[in-house]
């Protein structure tokens, strides 16, 4: 059974940073191509950042690129996002995706 686990959301002042995860079980990251995604509410669900398969070349959506960094320990079978200078505007769920597979997705919160 393939299960996806997001950790590391928060509450954070603006300008903070937070380091998201995202735990693989019952699939191999380092296999597949996985993204992280975003929903604030009333909003439609927003793709990030993602990561291909063994090459593991990164690519950013325009609304985070320069602030978020995604990475892989395939040791670990997990992938990161760390995000800096956070803005009130990035408050959503944040999930992780591989393949049909959706995590349950973690809260993060700018907020002074």
């Known amino acids: 059974q393939v299960q996806l686990v997001e950790s590391g959301g928060g509450l954070v002042k603006p300008g903070g940073t937070l380091r998201l995860s995202c735990a693989a079980s019952?699939?191999?990251?380092?296999?597949?191509?996985v993204g992280w995604f975003r929903q604030a509410p009333g909003k439609e669900r927003e793709g990030l950042s993602c990561i291909s398969g063994p090459e593991g070349s990164t690519y950013y959506s325009g609304s985070v690129k320069g602030r978020v960094t995604l990475s892989r320990d395939n040791a670990k079978n997990m992938v990161y996002l760390q995000m800096n200078s956070l803005e009130p505007e990035d408050t959503a769920v944040y999930y992780c995706?591989?393949?049909?597979?959706w995590g349950q997705g973690t809260q993060v919160t700018v907020s002074s």
């Open positions: 995706h591989a393949r049909q597979y």
């Open positions: 019952g699939l191999t990251l380092n296999e597949y191509a």
